[in-house]
C-alpha cells in the first residue's frame, strides 16, 4: 500500500446506506459534543472537557472500517470514538454525569470512558498512552489469531512523544494489526503543530519504521472511510501496522472555555467552510438525491437521542459512597 | 500608611519568577504552553495561555522566546534538557503541567537530575526546579489528581516543597530558583486562587523549615500544602470539644523539618499526620514514623494518620469529595486520642 | 525415602514461568533479551541469554517466539504492550531488567495497569506481571540499585512482592501470573543463587501474606527480600545478648499482612524494621507507623528502622557495602530498645 | 549538508600530525580497555564492565573534531568517549577502582564517569539518557552564545526509546548545536540491530525529524573524522542538528563475560579484519611513510600510560566512610 495524500481522492464513493450511516455517526457526535458543552458551561459538572467537534469524519470514518469486536485506543478526547465505535450514549452521558448508570460506574469521567463490550479499551488523560496499549491488543489479537485489528486515536501532538517512537518501531517489528490514527487539528493545546512537529507531516515519519504513512483528508469522511478500509484490511491481512494521518480541526478551544487565542478567526473558518457534515450532507442530496427533510430527521434523531440521554443520566442515582474502595482490586481488600 | 498588597498564590508564582529571571538572567522557563501559540509572535497571537494554570502570564511578553520556552509534548525530553541546561549553567525552571504526568519522565528526575552531583563525587551543581501541579477537587479523576510528592521524597538528591499559602509560595519558589540543588516545587491546583499579603521584594523562604501555623498545646496536627488549612479548620472545629490543638505546615516535604515536628509533639503529647497523599509508603507514614521513633517517650496515644483511601481518585463529584481528606475526619481521628 | 529435591532461586523462577506457561497458554513472557539472539532460531544462535539474569533458559526452546518474546529498548512500548495484552486476555508476564529503569515507563504501570479497573468501574482485569530486579551489592552503583518497591506500595490498584528464598519465589510467581491484578514481582539480585528445597509440582504461596521467620518473644525483627536473612543473622547474634527476637519476613510489600505484623508487634512489644530501601516514605516508615498506630500500646519503646542512608548507592565497593543495612546495624539498633 | 554514505570516502586525508593524533587516541582507548578486561577478569573490582574494543574510530574521530570546551554525554559504554574528550587516565582507572581519587571520588564508577573540566557530562547508565541532556547543553551553548557544540553517543539500540526520538525532535525544532552520533555496532546485548530496528540504518530516522542523517564507515576513524568535522560545523554553524551514524562493532560481549553466542565467529572476524587501528597503521606507513618504530613507540606509550594510571590507582586510598552521606545535596544535610 502506497502514500496517497488528500489530492487524489479515494475513488468509488460507498454505497448510499453506508454513506448515510457516517453521517448519522458525524451528527450524533456532533449534538453529543454540543450537549456537552452546554451542560458544562452551565456548571452541571466538574472537570475538562475537550470537544472534538470538527472531528467528527475522523471517528466516524474510521470506525465504519472496523469490526465490531475490533479494539480501539482512545486520549482525551474521545467522545467521537466511543460514539463511533458503538457505546451507548445514555451510559456515556451518565458517565459524564458522574452517575452510577454511567460506562464506568461514574468512576472515569469524560477521560476514561472505556466499554470492552464494544471494544473500546479507553479514552486516556496521558497523552501518547494508548498506542501502546493498542500494540498489546494487536498483540493478543496476532497470538489468538482472533483475526482482530487495533486502532489508536491520537493527536498532532502525541506523536513527539517517546511512546508513539516506541509504539511505532515495536509494532513494525512484530507486524502487528494495528492502525495508528493521528487526529492532526494542527494543535496541541496551544501550540501550533508548524512549531512543535519537525516535519511536514506526521505521516512523514512512517517510513522511519518501514510502516505505509498515509494521509487523508479529515474534512471528508469519504476519504477518510476509504484509506482506513484499505488500512485496515492491510492490518488485518497480517502485512503489519500503518500510520494514518487525518488531517483536521476543532472548531472549539483545547477545553470547554479555552479561549483559542492563538489561533486566528481566519483559520477557524477557512475550516468551518469545508465542515465534513455540510459536506457530506451535500454529497447526499447532489449526488445520491436524498432528501433535505431526511438529513432534518437524523439531526432530530440525534437531537432526541440526547435528550433520552441526558433524562437517563440525571434521573440515574449517584455512586454508593462505598465504590469509593471497590475496583481498585479484584477481589475487595479487607 | 498604605494597606498591605494583597495578590493570589497564582500571582505570587508569576512574582517570583519575574524577580528571579530579572535578577538572574540563567533562569530561564521552560514547558508546555507556558507562553501559548509558539511561533506567532508576529500575528500577535503569542502567549495565549501563560500555563496551563495561567501562572506565566506576562513573563514571555517581557523576556521573549530565548528565556520563555514552549516545548513539544515531551517531558523526557524538555525535562532531560533542562537537566542538561542545567547542570552547564542556566537555572532552568521546568513546569511538568500535572505531577501525574511524571510516569513518562520520571527517569531524568530520579537518576539523572537527583544523582548527577552525587555520581560525580560533587563536581556539578543542578540547580533546577521542577514547577508541578498536584492534587484532587478538580474533577480530572485518577490521571490528573495524585499528590506523588512521596515519590520526590524517596530520592536522595531531590528537594521537595509544598507551600500551602501566597507568601510561602513566591518564598519557596525564589528559594527554590536559587539552590543549587533540583528542587519539586508541589502547586495545588485548589490554593492557586488562594490570596493573601504577599511582600512586593524578592524574598526566600528557605528549604527544609516548617511553621507552626496555629500554636496550641493538646495536640499537634500536621499537613502541607492543602491539608494545612485542613487542619486550621479541624483545630477551629477542636475548641468546641476543649480541645487546643497547635498545627504544623510543614511546606518542605524533603529535607524534612524534623527539629519543629518533633519539639511540637514533644510538647503536645499527641500527633495527627494529615495528608492528601496514598497511605502506603506516603508522606503521612513518613512523618508519624519520624514521631514513633524519636517522640515516642513523650507521646500519650498512637500516632494517627488521615489521609486519602488506598484507591484511585475517582471522577463522581461526591466521590471525589469523600476521597479527600477533611476536617471532620481530622477532628475525630483527634478525638480518639483524648 | 528420596532426598528432597534443592534449586536455586534462579530455577526457581525458570520453573514457575515453565509451569504456567504449559498450564495456561494465555501467558506470554516479554523483556528486553529474555530469549537473546531474536531472529536467529535458523542460525542457532538463538537463546544466548535467557534474561541478563539468566532466569528463562530453556523457556524459548520449549515455547518459541510466540510466547517468548524479546522486545527492543523500549520500556514503555513493551510494558503498554503488555498492559494491553492483559485487559484482551493474555496474562503477560513482562521483565523489567532493573527495576531503576521505572523512570522511563512507570506511565504504563502507575496509570494505565493500576488504574484500569478502578477507572472503567471494575469492567476489566489486569492480569499483569512485571518481573523486575532490586537491590545493591553488585558494584553496578546509583543507576542499577535501588529498590524503589515503595513506588508500587504507594499506587493503589498495584500488588508487589519480595521474596526472600527460592520457595517462596516459586509460590509468589505462580501466585502473581494467576492473579487478576497487576503484580509488581521484586527479584534481589543477591538472592537468585540461595537455593534451598522447592517442591516440583505447581504451587502458589499466597500475595498478602507473611510469615514467622523465626519465632521469638523478646523483639520483633521485619524484613523483606535481603534484609530477611539480615534479621535472622541479627536474631542469631542478639542471643548472645540473652535476646530472644522473632523475625517477620513480609514476602508481600501490598497488600501488607498487617496482622501478622501487628500480632507479632503485640507480643514482642518492641519492634525494628529493616529495609534496604531509601528512608524517606519507604517501606520502613510505613511498616513503623503502622505499628505507631495499631500496636502503640503494646509497645516499650520507640519503633527502630533500619534503613539504607538517604543517599544515592555509592559504587566504590567499601562504601556500597556500609550503604546496604547488615546484621551489626539491626542488632545495635535493637540494643537500644533494652 | 547531504546525506552521504560509506562508500563515498570523505575526500582529502587530514595531515600527518591529525593522523598521528587520532591514531595514538584509539590506541590509548583499546589499551585501556584491554587492561580494564584483565583487571575485571581478575576480580579486581566489582561493576558492569562495557568495553568498546573494535570501536575505537568513533569516540577518536568525533571527538577529534571538538573543541575542548564543547560538551559530550555517553552511554553505559563510555571509557572511550572519555579518554578520546581528554579524561584523564589516572583518575579514570582510579574511579574504576572505587579509589578517592578517581575522577568521580569512586562513587560513579565505569557508568557514570564524568568530567566538567573536559566538558564530559558523563556515561550513563540508563539506555537513551544521555541524548535529553545533550539537547540541554546544547540549549546553554545556544542562549548564552558560547559556540559551543553537544554531542550525544548513544547506540543503536538506544535509537528505538523514547528518549531518542523526543530528544532529535526537540533539537530540531529548537535548531540545536548538537550531533547525535548513534554507535549502530549491530547488538543492543544480545539483540541484533535488524530484529530492533524498524528501519535499515539508524540515519534512516533523520528525516522524521527534518535533520541531516549522514552514516560514517565507523572502522575507519578518517572517515568518522571527516563526516564528524562536517557534522560538527554544521551544528557550529547554527543550522541545527545532525544524525551522524557510525557502523561499527563491538570485538567483544556485551559486558566482561558475556559469551557473545548470539553471533557467529565469521561475522567478529569480518570486522575484525577491517580493524580500525590496523586499518589507520596502514594508511600511515603506506602513505606517509611512517616508520613501524614510530608506531610501536605509540603503543609502548600507550601501555607505559596505563602502567602509571595502574599504579597511580592502586596506590590511592580508598573513599571515607563519610563519604556515603556527602555530595548527596549541595550543602551536607544535619
Ligand atoms: C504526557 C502528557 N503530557 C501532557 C498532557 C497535557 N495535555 C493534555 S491534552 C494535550 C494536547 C494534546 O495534543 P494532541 O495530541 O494534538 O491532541 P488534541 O488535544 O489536539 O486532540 C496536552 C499537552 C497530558 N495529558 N499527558
Ligand atoms: C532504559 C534502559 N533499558 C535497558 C537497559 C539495559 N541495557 C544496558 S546496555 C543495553 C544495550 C544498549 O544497546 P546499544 O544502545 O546498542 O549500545 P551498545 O551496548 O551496543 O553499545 C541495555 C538493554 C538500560 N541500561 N536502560
Ligand atoms: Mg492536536
Ligand atoms: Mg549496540
Not at chain 1, 494508548?130 to 506523536?159: E, H, N
Request: proline fraction near 4%; aromatic fraction near 6%.
Amino acid at each position: 500500500m502506497t502514500n496517497i495524500g488528500p489530492d487524489n481522492r479515494a475513488a468509488t464513493a460507498p454505497p448510499l446506506n453506508e454513506m448515510l450511516g457516517l453521517y448519522r455517526t458525524m451528527v450524533l457526535i456532533r449534538a453529543f459534543e454540543q450537549r456537552f458543552a452546554t451542560l458544562v458551561l452551565k456548571g452541571t459538572f466538574s472537570g475538562a472537557g475537550h470537544l472534538c467537534v470538527g472531528q467528527e469524519a475522523v471517528a466516524a470514518g474510521v470506525c465504519a472500517a472496523l469490526r465490531n469486536d475490533d479494539y480501539v485506543t482512545s486520549n482525551h478526547r474521545g467522545h467521537g470514538h466511543c460514539l463511533a465505535k458503538g457505546v451507548d450514549p445514555d451510559e456515556m452521558m451518565a458517565e459524564l454525569y458522574g452517575k452510577a448508570t454511567g460506562t464506568c460506574k461514574g468512576k472515569g469521567g469524560s477521560m476514561h470512558i472505556a466499554d470492552f463490550r464494544r471494544g473500546m479499551l479507553g479514552a486516556n488523560g496521558i497523552v501518547g498512552a494508548g498506542l501502546p496499549i493498542a500494540c498489546g491488543a494487536a498483540l493478543t489479537a496476532k497470538l489468538t489469531k482472533s483475526g482482530r485489528v487495533a486502532v489508536a486515536f491520537f493527536g498532532d501532538g502525541a506523536s513527539n512523544i517517546g511512546a508513539f517512537h516506541e509504539s511505532l518501531n515495536l509494532a513494525s517489528i512484530w507486524k502487528l494489526p494495528v492502525v495508528f490514527v493521528c487526529e492532526n487539528n494542527r494543535y496541541g493545546e496551544a501550540t501550533p503543530v508548524e512549531y512543535a512537529l519537525a516535519a511536514e507531516h506526521v505521516a512523514d515519519r512512517a517510513p522511519a519504521y518501514r510502516m505505509p504513512g498515509v494521509i487523508a483528508d479529515g474534512q471528508d469522511v469519504l476519504d477518510v472511510y476509504a484509506k482506513a478500509r484499505e488500512a485496515v484490511s492491510h492490518a488485518r491481512a497480517g502485512d503489519g501496522p500503518v500510520l494514518l494521518e487525518c488531517e483536521t480541526y476543532r472548531y472549539f478551544g483545547h477545553f470547554v472555555g479555552d479561549q483559542a487565542r492563538y489561533r486566528s478567526a481566519e483559520e477557524v473558518e477557512s475550516f468551518r467552510a469545508r465542515d465534513c457534515i455540510i459536506r457530506c450532507a451535500e454529497q447526499l442530496t447532489k449526488q445520491h438525491g436524498v432528501r433535505a427533510k431526511q438529513l432534518e430527521d437524523i439531526a432530530a434523531d440525534a437531537e432526541g437521542r440526547l435528550d433520552t440521554a441526558v433524562a437517563f443520566a440525571e434521573s440515574s442515582a449517584i455512586p454508593d459512597a462505598a465504590e469509593i474502595m471497590t475496583d481498585v482490586y479484584s477481589e475487595v481488600r479487607r | 500608611m498604605t494597606t498591605e498588597r494583597v495578590i493570589t498564590f497564582r500571582e505570587a508564582i508569576t512574582e517570583a519568577l519575574r524577580l528571579e529571571m530579572r535578577r538572574d538572567e540563567r533562569v530561564i522557563l521552560l514547558g508546555e504552553d507556558v507562553a501559548g501559540g509558539a511561533g506567532r509572535q508576529a500575528e500577535g497571537l503569542s502567549e495565549a495561555w501563560g500555563g496551563a494554570f495561567a501562572e506565566y502570564k506576562g513573563l514571555f511578553a517581557e523576556f521573549g522566546d530565548n528565556r520563555v520556552l514552549d516545548t513539544p509534548i515531551s517531558e523526557m525530553g524538555y525535562l532531560g534538557a533542562a537537566v542538561g541546561a542545567a547542570i552547564t549553567g542556566l537555572r532552568p525552571v521546568a513546569e511538568l503541567m500535572f505531577v501525574d504526568f511524571i510516569g513518562v519522565c520520571m527517569d531524568q528526575l530520579m537518576n539523572q537530575a537527583a544523582f548527577a552531583r552525587y555520581m560525580s563525587g560533587g563536581r556539578v551543581n543542578v540547580p533546577l526546579t521542577m514547577l508541578t501541579h498536584v492534587g484532587a477537587g478538580v474533577g480530572m479523576a485518577a490521571q490528573h489528581s495524585k499528590m506523588l510528592y512521596s515519590f520526590f521524597a524517596h530520592i536522595p538528591g531531590l528537594k521537595v516543597v509544598a507551600p500551602s499559602s501566597a507568601y510561602h509560595a513566591k518564598g519557596l519558589l525564589t528559594a527554590a530558583i536559587r539552590d543549587d540543588d533540583p528542587v519539586v516545587f508541589c502547586v495545588h491546583k485548589l490554593l492557586l486562587g488562594q490570596s493573601e499579603h504577599v511582600p512586593e521584594e524578592p524574598y526566600e523562604f528557605p528549604i527544609g523549615k516548617a511553621r507552626i501555623a496555629r500554636p496550641g498545646s493538646d495536640v499537634t496536627l500536621i499537613g502541607a500544602a492543602m491539608t494545612t488549612s485542613v487542619c486550621l479548620r479541624a483545630a477551629k472545629a477542636l475548641e468546641a470539644d476543649g480541645i487546643d490543638a497547635e498545627v504544623v505546615d510543614l511546606l518542605s516535604i524533603s529535607p524534612l523539618d524534623e527539629e519543629t515536628v518533633l519539639s511540637s509533639v514533644r510538647r503536645t503529647g499527641r500527633a495527627v499526620v494529615v495528608d492528601e497523599g496514598f497511605p502506603r509508603c506516603g508522606l503521612a507514614a513518613d512523618v508519624a514514623a519520624l514521631i514513633a521513633g524519636h517522640a515516642f517517650d513523650h507521646l500519650d496515644g498512637p500516632v494517627k494518620m488521615v489521609t486519602a483511601p488506598h484507591a484511585p481518585v475517582p471522577f463522581s463529584r461526591p466521590l471525589e469529595l469523600a476521597f479527600m481528606p477533611g476536617p471532620e475526619r481530622v477532628r475525630a481521628a483527634t478525638l480518639e486520642l483524648f
